[in-house]
């Protein structure tokens, strides 16, 4: 059996670590989480898609594969594949490497003639060749694209998704030269039901910054619509449904409380950087979406305030009860969840919070003083105002409209009624 290194094990690495197992891999698991290594030798799933029960049968070599998770770089030795998926957050506005620069310098002590390395992480065109492939060839000796081959294919992991999983969803695969893309679509080919070869990595790199882009600038589209609608005193829900009607030329996104996610408000900054690099032009488009989606916790803050101000009541002492905190539908993600900002923008004006969410288990150190509840009746019923930011499918909706004082729907999730104010 061949042996696949996954660095990272997080929303990216685990499922592929996975689907590798019982594609047949050796796997070896790596992070340098060691609470997470061990949460997973437990059998302690902490990905929604991944079930306690595949990870247990995974280390127990239920499956044509095997399955190790490890913190210990030296585990990596003997490699055939090797893929990296560790995060690639933005500091300062400007793209963080350093994952991706530390796991290239931990695979290349362990690189030898004929295996292959495959970055996932999403990054700025160029990263393959420019930064990983030299770290690779200076700790190894090596040459890539000779010795040993290289590749990008970048994630497509939709949290929660249960029609395009990671099997079913088109997987892009790219190479330095054409022996390594080959390779790579060798590879992607034992786990998922289609790969897409392209040219270059480059081209592989920047069509994961476009597809996050185009959903980030058509969020913000709606969401400015959905601002202007409140003013020209037109239901923007309804004019989204009937725009939706056309059967060819439009694609239907809705407006919301912001973007969240690893992907929506990361990803595109990363491509206006690599432009401005190496144009030296803003990419307009993207930091006019980043501004309109960013607003919008703020907004929805805002809407709530004035909402309770035309039922006479104030918002500081009030109680707020909110439905959902993960940043998407039936998800527990809170990354970067633009309800999260909502709640902190409401604790400016000094209500009491409490938070329902059935897939989260948690809140952030942050929001101490916030109260994680379950839903029911009586907390329907004593909030002053219900405010929904994420339209999770296992929230009863008709029980909190036929219980709530006051509800601010940011989703359109509730039936429409006199206490139910939407976005």
């Not at 127990?60 to 990596?76: K, L, S």
């Not at 150190?365 to 405010?387: G, H, R, T």
Request: glycine share 8%; net charge negative.
């Amino acid at each position: 059996m061949k042996k696949l290194v996954v660095v990272g094990q997080g929303y990216v690495g685990l499922p592929l670590a996975m689907t590798a197992v019982r594609a047949g891999f050796d796997v070896v698991g790596l992070d340098n989480d060691e609470s997470r290594v061990e949460r997973l030798r437990a059998g302690d799933s902490y990905i929604e898609d991944i079930e306690d029960a595949a990870v247990l049968s995974a280390l127990a070599g239920r499956f044509a594969g095997t399955y190790t998770v490890t913190a210990d770089p030296a585990e990596a030795k003997g490699f055939d594949f090797a893929v990296i998926t560790v995060p690639t957050p933005l500091r300062d506005g400007n793209p963080d490497m350093a994952y991706v620069e530390a796991s290239g310098r931990t695979l290349a002590e362990h690189v030898t003639r004929g295996c292959t390395v495959i970055l996932e992480s999403t990054t700025y065109p160029g990263s393959t060749e420019d930064l990983l492939v030299p770290l690779l060839e200076a700790g190894s000796g090596l040459t890539a694209g000779t010795d040993f081959l290289v590749g990008y294919s970048p994630e497509r992991i939709d949290p929660g998704n249960q029609i395009w999983t990671f099997e079913r969803t088109p997987k892009i695969v790219s190479g330095i030269n054409e022996a390594s893309r080959d390779a790579v679509a060798v590879f992607y080919g034992q786990l998922v039901d289609k790969v897409i070869p392209v040219s270059s990595c480059r081209a592989a790199e920047l069509a994961k910054l476009f597809e996050n882009t185009f959903r980030s600038v058509n969020i913000a589209l709606v969401n400015e619509l959905a601002l202007h609608c409140t003013g020209l005193g037109v239901d923007v829900w309804e004019t989204l449904e009937a725009a939706a009607t056309k059967p060819f030329g439009f694609m239907k996104f809705t407006p919301g409380p912001g973007i969240g996610g690893h992907c929506l408000p990361i990803d595109p900054t990363y491509l206006a950087w690599q432009v401005k690099q190496v144009g030296g032009e803003p990419f307009r488009f993207i930091h006019l979406a980043n501004d309109v989606n960013e607003r919008m916790p703020k907004y929805i803050a805002d809407r709530v305030l004035r909402g309770m101000n035309k039922r006479r009541k104030a918002l500081q002492g009030s109680r707020v009860l909110c439905l959902g905190v993960a940043y998407k539908k039936d998800s527990r993600d809170t990354r970067e969840s633009p309800a999260l900002h909502v709640l902190r923008h409401l604790q400016d004006y000094g209500p009491d919070i409490r938070v329902v969410d059935p897939h989260v288990r948690a809140l952030p150190k942050n929001l101490s003083d916030v109260q994680l509840v379950p839903l029911s009746v009586e907390e329907i019923a004593a909030a002053d105002v219900v405010v929904i930011c994420t339209d999770h499918s296992a929230i009863d909706y008709d029980l909190v409209v036929r219980h709530a004082q006051y509800v601010f729907d940011a989703r359109h999730c509730c039936p429409s009624a006199d206490n139910v104010e939407y976005l």
